[in-house]
Each structure stands twice: as C-alpha cells, then as structure tokens.
C-alpha cells in the first residue's frame, strides 16, 4: 500500500529554516514525481515545489524561490523540502504528494503538475508555524 508520511515541521522564528521530509512506502520512489504543497487556513492548496522522477527538473512557486529547495534521496525512499528565510506568510500545512512517472518530465510538465495539482497520493501534512 502506497504511503507518504511527512515529519519535521514545528515552531520557527521568522528568518529561521525548518527542513521537512517524506517519507514513502510501499513502492520505489524512483519511478514517482513528488510534489510539496501547503495550505494555509482559509485559503486553497498551493503547489510549493516538485520534482522529477529520474532526473530531477524541479520547479518552485515565486513565493518561494531562491528561499527553498527540494531533493530526493531514492536509496533512503525520502524526499525532504529545505526552507530558508521563513516568513510568516509561510505558515501552513505542508502535504507531500506522488505520482507514478516513470520516464522524465520536463521543466514544462514539471510545472504543469505542481501548479494543477497532478497528483494521486498524499500524505497527512506536517504543520509549519513561523512566529516570533
């Protein structure tokens, strides 16, 4: 059965990094795009960042460039968002999601799934508070 379970989120100081992870099971990472998406309370799921399966283009939301980056680590059946320079507006549920893609996507399509919500499975979310 597939599953993803997220982890690492918490309380941060605004300026302040938090990494979080997903952690997937129940089939092999390296064949599955993988997406971060949050939601923030009273507003709709966004695409943060995804990835592709084999070679790794990626796309970030405007938000969010240059602030975070996302990796995968197949032999550890993990991918982790790596947030920097947090700011309040950042506070949300954070969601890792997968979609099986065997063959690599490109930046285009990388894209066209973060922003349209491409995905088929979803983890539970982990909460990121940036506060001071």
């Known amino acids: 059965q597939l599953q993803l379970v997220e982890s690492g989120g918490g309380l941060v100081q605004p300026g302040g990094s938090l990494r979080v992870s997903c952690a997937v099971s129940?089939?092999?990472?390296?064949?599955?795009?993988i997406g971060w998406f949050r939601q923030a309370p009273g507003k709709e799921r966004e695409g943060v960042s995804c990835?592709?399966?084999?070679?790794?283009?990626?796309y970030y939301a405007d938000s969010v460039k240059g602030r975070f980056t996302i990796s995968r680590d197949n032999a550890k059946n993990t991918v982790y968002l790596q947030m920097n320079s947090l700011k309040p507006e950042d506070t949300a549920v954070y969601y890792c999601?997968?979609?099986?893609?065997?063959?690599?996507?490109?930046?285009?399509?990388?894209?066209?799934?973060?922003?349209?919500?491409?995905?088929?499975?979803w983890g539970q979310g982990t909460q990121v508070t940036v506060s001071s």
């Open positions: 129940g089939f092999t990472l390296d064949y599955y795009a």
């Open positions: 990835i592709s399966s084999s070679d790794g283009s990626t």
């Open positions: 999601a997968a979609a099986f893609r065997p063959r690599p996507l490109s930046a285009t399509a990388v894209q066209a799934m973060c922003v349209h919500r491409g995905f088929g499975s």
